[in-house]
């Protein structure tokens, strides 16, 4: 795991930017895993410019995202298809069809887990999927004790994770949904590559844990230490309770010129 120390979250989303970039312009029919939440708005918001900027080219794109709440329309305000569509995939050049989100709304939720898990095997799996982490560890909606070996399946989120996503429900816990389908820690530790971004005092204890923690369930994170290919792009106040953040920043900043901003 390759730890990336930013100055804050702008820097941090920036520098994750570039990643991204660098696969699409290298692989135009990259497929990208993506996240929800107010953590890679920032990366999404400098794909956005670099389409629109220096030419970007989504058109061959293929995305898959990590989960969905259960029982909420692709049209709900807060569905993340519609999270989805409106920061990202309505700014740029991407196929809408070409666009994955777990339905929520699915009448047969095991078999629409098995299809969605179909889906990207299809597509070739995954090329790179972005990340974020919540407070308790967990990614997409692997809670504390999920199943390193999971697949795309329901989940029942945690009583944190409902307090932590009450904020996008107007502080009211009792809207928001109990229930998701996510995709699992398996399928994401199938991707190619994975970055994760974490920024804020907030995720410091999760990031020291997932870092220089055990490899344990009760922090899904963790799993990543497993991984060939794993980027974790975090500010200096996610970074406070690491051990060696120092070290870190070292390694970054001596890379030779052909690893540079990667």
């Given at each position: ?6 100055k ?6 920036c520098?994750?930017a ?7 312009r290298?692989?135009p029919d ?25 030419g970007?080219?989504?058109s ?6 990590l ?12 569905s ?5 569509n409106?920061n ?5 050049n ?5 666009t ?16 969605y898990?179909q889906?990207?095997a ?10 974020g982490i ?21 989940k ?8 932590d ?12 949904p109990?229930?998701c389908?996510?995709m699992g ?8 590559m994975?970055i994760m971004?974490?920024f ?9 844990a997932?870092?220089?923690?055990p490899v ?27 051990k ?19």
């Amino acid at each position: 795991m390759e730890i990336i120390i930013k100055k804050d979250a702008q820097e941090g989303s920036c520098a994750a930017a570039r990643v991204v970039a660098r696969l699409v312009r290298a692989k135009p029919d990259a497929v990208l895993g993506l996240a929800t939440g107010s953590t890679p708005l920032t990366l999404y918001k400098e794909l956005i410019r670099m389409h629109n900027e220096e030419g970007l080219d989504f058109s061959e794109v293929v995305t898959f995202n990590l989960d969905e709440y259960i029982g909420l329309s692709a049209d709900h305000e807060q569905s993340y298809r519609r999270f989805m569509n409106e920061n990202l995939f309505s700014q740029i050049n991407i196929k809408l069809e070409n666009t994955h989100v777990p339905d929520g709304m699915a009448e047969d939720v095991p078999a629409a887990c098995a299809a969605y898990e179909q889906a990207i095997a299809d597509a070739g799996g995954i090329d790179l999927q972005v990340l974020g982490i919540g407070s308790d560890g967990h990614v997409g909606f692997n809670e504390p004790t999920s199943s390193f070996a999971s697949r795309t399946r329901i989940k029942t989120l945690t009583r944190q994770t409902v307090a932590d996503n009450a904020r996008f429900f107007g502080g009211d816990e009792s809207k928001v949904p109990h229930h998701c389908i996510t995709m699992g820690i398996g399928t994401i530790m199938d991707a190619r590559m994975n970055i994760m971004l974490a920024f804020g005092a907030n995720k410091a204890d999760a990031v020291a844990a997932t870092v220089e923690g055990p490899v344990a369930s009760i922090m899904p994170a963790s799993i990543l230490q497993h991984h060939p290919s794993a980027k974790l792009f975090i500010d200096e106040a996610a970074a406070t309770d690491l051990k060696l953040a120092d070290y870190y920043r070292w390694v970054y900043e001596g890379k030779p010129e052909w690893q540079a901003d990667a």
